[in-house]
């Protein structure tokens, strides 16, 4: 049904119904997950009709569905703009700001929802999360000093955690993981087990000294004979601070564990390396290239990698372009080709994408996005 947000203009009856049609079948795209179908429909009413806040504000939320948070915000913004009263519009917008990290307007976004929806419990839950996070920031900048931040990891003394005589659970052997703890760790989490904490932290510190003793870019021989699978990157934006908010990560974390436990996840996440150069001939990582030309593989080496690594995505255009998820940039055939020339490479293999073959090749070949989690939607 039409809404007081949708404004005809000058449009006709019969092009503000064929935009109708075109939402409708958008919204059974979007209910299928086929989010880049719904966005091409919704895109198509809107160029029938582009004075409808509701056509904006749910392609928002199919951009929001495939990351494009840039493009999410956009279309959100515009919403409002066309209706101040679209309340949706603000939920869009909030999650927008939330997943680019600029937590404050966010927050108030989700005050206007909650303002206007009082009784709406996941916008009030949502306001909540957002505000814990903006008073979180704001407490951190407060007592900040210019000394180096201090290591979660120093600060954990595995000494002083007592196993209690009536876990159950499985247990490190002499203190190291082996094949058989993975197994038996395995076969606890389908029976929804919780590993001791004590186990847990010495687990994680044991696995920030291994990625600390990594490369920023990590060299992989394979021999001739040998066959190597790529299916997927190894540090992406999935494993930042603020994903791990949005998402639910920080939250079960805290649940099962503690804060501490959250905040030593992400301080080792922060050594994962970047990417990997698979015989000289296929670098791998997660996003894509850069926003100049004459980066060598030697410049990635020396990269201090406590920092979110690049959100770049690939397109078909020369060039390029900004983002379309408000963060990093669009890198056309040209860049690559250059990129691949300059390191002597045979091509790059990325991810960062949802791709419903499960992989994608582009320009000319020499970039492959690799998407190995068919059911990530």
């Known amino acids: 049904m039409s809404t007081n947000s949708e404004i005809t203009g000058k449009n006709s009856p ?10 409708t079948e958008a919204n059974e795209c979007f209910k299928k997950q086929d989010f880049n179908k719904a966005i091409e429909l919704y895109s198509k009413a809107i160029d029938i009709n582009p004075n409808v806040a509701v056509y904006y504000g749910n392609r928002s939320i199919a951009y929001l569905k495939t990351e494009c948070f840039g493009y999410a915000l956009t279309d959100a913004s515009k919403a409002i703009e066309l209706d101040k009263t679209y309340v949706k519009g603000y939920y869009r917008r909030a999650a927008a700001h939330m997943s680019l990290g600029k937590f404050k307007l966010a927050l108030r976004d989700y005050e206007t929802v909650t303002t206007a929806r009082p009784n709406d419990k996941d916008a009030k839950a949502k306001y909540m999360e957002c505000n ?10 407060a007592i900040a000093v210019d000394d180096c931040k201090k290591s979660i990891a120093d600060s954990i003394n595995l000494e002083n955690m007592v196993i209690e005589d009536e876990y159950l659970g499985p247990k490190l052997e002499d203190g190291k993981v082996t094949e058989q703890f993975m197994k038996d760790l395995m076969e606890s989490y389908k029976k929804q087990g919780k590993l001791h904490r004590k186990y847990a932290y010495k687990v994680l510190l044991d696995v920030k000294q291994l990625f600390m003793s990594q490369p920023s870019l990590v060299d992989i021989k394979i021999e ?52 990997h150069c698979l015989n000289s001939r296929v670098l791998v990582m997660h996003g894509g290239l850069f926003s100049r030309d004459d980066v060598t593989l030697d410049e990635i080496r020396k990269i201090d990698r406590n920092r979110q690594p690049p959100e770049d995505d690939p397109q078909e255009q020369q060039g390029r372009a900004p983002s379309k998820r408000g963060v990093g940039v669009q890198f056309g055939p040209d860049v690559t080709e250059k990129f691949v020339e300059l390191n002597k490479l045979d091509y790059i293999i990325r991810s960062h994408e949802v791709k419903n073959e499960g992989y994608e090749k582009a320009h000319n070949g020499h970039c492959i996005t690799v998407f190995s989690a068919p059911n990530y939607w």
């Open 14 to 23: 019969e092009e503000a119904e064929l935009a109708e049609k075109f939402k």
């Open 132 to 141: 814990k996070i903006v008073k979180k920031i704001a407490f951190e900048k």
């Open 224 to 275: 001739d004979k040998n066959k190597f699978t790529v299916c997927g990157d190894i540090h992406g934006n999935h494993e930042s601070q603020t994903m791990n908010q949005m998402y639910g990560f920080e939250g079960e974390v805290k649940s099962k564990y503690t804060a501490q436990m959250s905040e030593l996840f992400t301080e080792v996440y922060n050594w994962l390396p970047l990417a």
